[in-house]
């Protein structure tokens, strides 16, 4: 497998590594990699979703990072808990 090209915000350097980070994405979203990827493209930036997911990206590195004691305090999951939209607040009783 070749090495991922057109990282710029992941720290990694293998496909291996990449493909795993990558299914941690796919568990906290709930999406497949055709949700932020071009099919048989994955270095093109041409989803405007994967933007978006790099700010994401670097948004938990820097909490993670702020708060760093050797353990991972935020994911994708936390706030999506396997949804794409986050989730911000429960619903309010009643509503639907």
Known sequence: MPPPTNLK???VTTG???GQIMRTF???LGVQSGYCHEAGNYASDSNPKK???RHMIA???QINGNFNEGKLR???YTCHRGEP???TAPEPKGAQ
């Open 9 to 11: 915000v992941l720290k």
């Open 16 to 18: 291996p590594e990449v």
């Open 26 to 28: 796919t568990a906290g």
């Open 51 to 53: 933007d978006i997911a």
């Open 59 to 61: 948004m938990t590195q």
């Open 74 to 76: 935020v994911s994708c």
């Open 85 to 87: 939209e986050p989730k």
